[in-house]
């Protein structure tokens, strides 16, 4: 281990940085509309048993190839691969997956930070149902507006990270995370009190097969796998840098347990706003950016305290986005620390200037450059979200399940080593069949059957 590594300060911290990359803006947009979509609580009991059988095993991995080789993942596979093997290239491909995330994700994220101020100014108070709509779509046709805020993240996030490990990351995602755990649990007070809240509640926890059969079992079942493959982040080393940094002393098992844990929470509960909010006030909960920008802040108008409670919630919509932003940030960094030998200051002043210059396409992508449209992909964004959420986390997570089972990568016995190495929860090796064979095809599947139903459907 080297002696002038970074360490996590506390087990708590390790904890809610990792949550933090984790939980995003996914966990409160989508899952809340595809749970409705695919039958209420039957969809969640198959989204919590995927979590557990696809989205665990990879996490622990993750977090072994971390700690194992105490690198970022850019360099992590060159200290594990065996000699003469081509596994560390993945590695610069993972480190291209975490600055592709940043440059659409940057820009969504100043949108969340926006609303906060547009909300607390009142500036949907009195708007009709149109006009609220014409706030979002005129902010998106403002390349000023756009690139402000975009701006606005990635100083916030490297500011953060330039604090150091302790300092800065781990300290200010425990903040973070507390603080966004708090608001979610004030905001589902208020939509649980609201009049007709019931009704969104029914809708939400009550199983519905008929709704299930009607969109078809397989379709349900793939969404469920989909969505708790996609909520943890997983596939592109960006979980694998905490493992770099905490010590022996607990098995990894119990630790991804924790982080899993923390991530179903955040997602169930943001359907504990949703719901009952939409229900109450008689409106659809529509799917991504119109449910968030333009039904939502409709509602609130219409609610008593609406402005406090708007702003209430694009807070927590912002840490939500800004704890994902740090994590990444804080993986970036690692990567031109560990490739250059560059003190952390001078990693953030390169990676801020970098940064900011990638994420312009996206920014710009909604006004000076809408004409970019791909068929079946869309703009800007949608093309460097397809890049990643479709192509680097699924398959970037067969390149961590087959290192760590095959003979020609690290090898199902170090790994296993590694993962159970401190007290705590153990990794079964009863399970290498399943992890060894049955798992890659499955993560295949979901790549694959992903594919189609974007382009042949």
């Known amino acids: 281990m080297e002696s002038n590594r970074e360490t996590f300060e506390t087990r708590i911290g390790f904890i809610m940085a990792s949550a933090g990359c984790a939980i995003g803006l996914g966990n409160v947009w989508r899952f809340p509309f595809i749970t409705g979509k695919y039958g209420g609580a039957a969809f969640v009991l198959f989204y919590l048993i995927f979590l557990l059988i696809l989205g665990l095993p990879i996490m622990v991995m993750e977090f072994s190839v971390g700690r194992a080789s ?15 093997s081509k596994w560390h290239i993945y590695g610069y491909i993972s480190g291209a997956g975490n600055y592709l995330l940043m440059m659409f994700y940057t820009t969504i994220a100043g949108w969340m930070i926006s609303y906060i101020f547009k909300s607390a100014r009142g500036v949907f108070t009195g708007l009709s149902a149109d006009e609220i709509g014409a706030v979002f779509t005129n902010s998106l046709a403002s390349p000023f507006e756009q690139v402000f805020w975009m701006v606005i993240v990635v100083f916030l996030g490297f500011l953060v990270c330039a604090g150091g490990l302790k300092k800065g990351v781990e300290r200010f995602s425990t903040v973070l995370m507390t603080s966004l755990l708090v608001l979610m649990l004030v905001l589902v007070v208020r939509a649980l009190t609201l009049p007709g809240a019931a009704a969104g509640l029914a809708f939400y926890l009550k199983p519905d097969f008929g709704k299930m059969v009607e969109n078809g079992i397989g379709e349900v079942i793939f969404a469920a796998m989909g969505q708790s493959f ?3 982040s997983i596939g592109i080393g960006s979980i694998a840098i905490f493992g770099s940094y905490i010590g022996k002393e607990k098995a990894l098992t119990g630790e991804a347990i924790h982080i899993i844990g923390l991530d179903t929470f955040v997602a169930l509960m943001a359907g504990f706003i949703i719901f009952p909010t939409c229900f109450a006030f008689g409106v659809n909960p529509g799917a991504g950016a119109g449910l968030i ?24 919509m912002s840490f939500a986005a800004l704890s994902t932003v740090i994590a990444v940030f804080e993986n970036i960094i690692s990567y031109a620390i560990d490739i250059n030998g560059w003190s952390r200051k001078k990693a953030v002043g390169v990676n801020l200037v970098l940064i900011l210059l990638l994420s312009l396409p996206c920014a710009l992508g909604f006004n000076v450059l809408s004409g970019f449209q791909i068929p079946k992909i869309g703009d800007v964004s949608g093309l460097e979200d397809f890049i990643v959420s479709e192509n680097l986390l699924p398959l970037g997570s067969l390149v961590y399940l087959v290192f760590c089972t095959s003979r020609y990568g690290w090898g199902f016995d170090k790994f296993l080593e590694e993962a159970n190495t401190g007290s705590g929860i153990k990794f079964s090796k009863k399970i290498k069949f399943y992890i ?3 798992l890659p095809l499955i993560v295949l599947g979901i790549w694959v059957v992903g594919y189609a139903q974007k382009f042949f459907k």
């Open 230 to 232: 996609f909520t943890l």
């Open 70 to 84: 105490r690198k970022s993942s850019v360099r992590s596979f060159h200290v594990l691969e065996p000699q003469g």
């Open 293 to 316: 920008f333009i039904t939502l802040p409709n509602i609130f108008n219409a609610m008593p305290l609406g402005r406090f409670w708007g702003t209430l919630f694009f807070v927590f």
């Open 436 to 438: 060894t064979w049955i």
